[in-house]
């Protein structure tokens, strides 16, 4: 939901990515560079947009809206920006006037937009309204089906069995999903932490948090998220897994990472990698057999693992 990415599809409605689209030879732009046509204009402004320099990109749009007022595409661009910028309100009223056309083959995209941005800033029954609409117009069962998953989330803000910030907390959770795939994990983590004060009882925002945290080196505040995490789902066992990882290489605290992988298997059986690490920290405990032994488990739920045949393989040359 939300922010113009570079795998995303182009604004531009050409039907490819991003970044092999409108991001593709831009003009320099350092001072020596003119942008003349109005074309290069819309894609330097995309450009900004892709850099989320919101304010830039907006003021960018709205030069080329002065030669082009009634553009569909720069009118939902200006959306965009305002969405990523988090002034949904502005976000939605730029959503309303790019929908002038109803011939144009973006409307159910915008439509879907118009109602992110609306159910964001709390307004339930206008965005449910949007939703509605979009789905009469999306052809794709995938895309019908995401909608209807919105509309019963919407649902349930207005029975009251959900907060009218939850919708706010889900969108923000997916993008710092597109923040991760950026490698951003600083805009991550920020935009989490906002994410986690609207929703302290979502436990899925905890446990990427601490993920965020993880790539940024900030080891005692990821284990704090992943504890959250377990405080709030006992069976979250990718959790129980990284926080193991931490200890086992970050902390060098063998006994604490077995107690963690112990309860991520407790969870599931069969997870192959917390078997294997397992015997990583039996390993470097000392303790040679347990750890073999961790490693043929491994073998037992994934014959060919590479990593637990060659670690046998050592441990047992080591000490023949």
């Not at 007022?69 to 502005?90: K, M, N, V, W």
């Not at 040679?288 to 037992?300: F, G």
């Amino acid at each position: 939901m939300g922010t113009l990415q570079p795998n995303d599809p182009c604004l531009c409605g050409s039907g490819k990515k991003f970044k092999n689209c409108c991001l593709l030879n831009l003009p320099a732009n350092d001072g020596d560079t003119q942008i003349h046509s109005l074309q290069e204009k819309i894609a330097h402004a995309y450009k900004l947009m892709s850099e989320q320099k919101w304010d830039e990109a907006i003021n960018e749009f709205k030069h080329c809206l002065d030669e082009a007022p009634d553009s569909t595409e720069i009118l939902q661009a200006i959306g965009g920006c305002y969405d990523g910028s988090e002034d949904y309100l502005r976000a939605s009223e730029y959503y309303e006037k790019a929908l002038t056309d109803s011939n144009d083959p973006r409307r159910p995209h915008i439509l879907y937009q118009l109602g992110v941005s609306r159910a964001c800033a709390g307004r339930i029954q206008k965005a449910r309204e949007a939703f509605d609409t979009s789905l009469d117009l999306f052809e794709k069962p995938q895309e019908k089906d995401a909608i209807k998953k919105i509309l019963a989330e919407l649902a349930a803000i207005e029975s009251g069995k959900k907060t009218p910030q939850s919708f706010l907390a889900q969108a923000q959770l997916q993008r710092a999903f597109s923040d991760f795939e950026a490698e951003d994990y600083e805009q991550a983590a920020v935009r989490l932490e906002k994410v986690s004060r609207l929703d302290p009882e979502n436990s899925a925002v905890f446990y990427n948090l601490g993920v965020a945290y993880a790539f940024l080196n900030r080891e005692d505040a990821a284990l704090a998220c992943f504890e959250r995490t377990v405080e709030l789902d006992e069976e979250y066992v990718t959790a129980y897994y990284n926080m193991g990882q931490i200890y086992l290489i970050r902390k060098r605290d063998f006994s604490r990472a077995l107690n963690c992988f112990d309860k991520a298997i407790a969870f599931r059986q069969n997870y192959i990698g917390a078997h294997h690490q397992k015997g990583l920290a039996y390993e470097l405990l000392g303790d040679a057999d347990k750890a073999i032994q961790c490693w043929r488990k491994t073998l037992e739920f994934d014959p060919n693992n590479k990593q637990a045949l060659e670690n046998i393989d050592r441990v047992q040359n080591k000490h023949s």
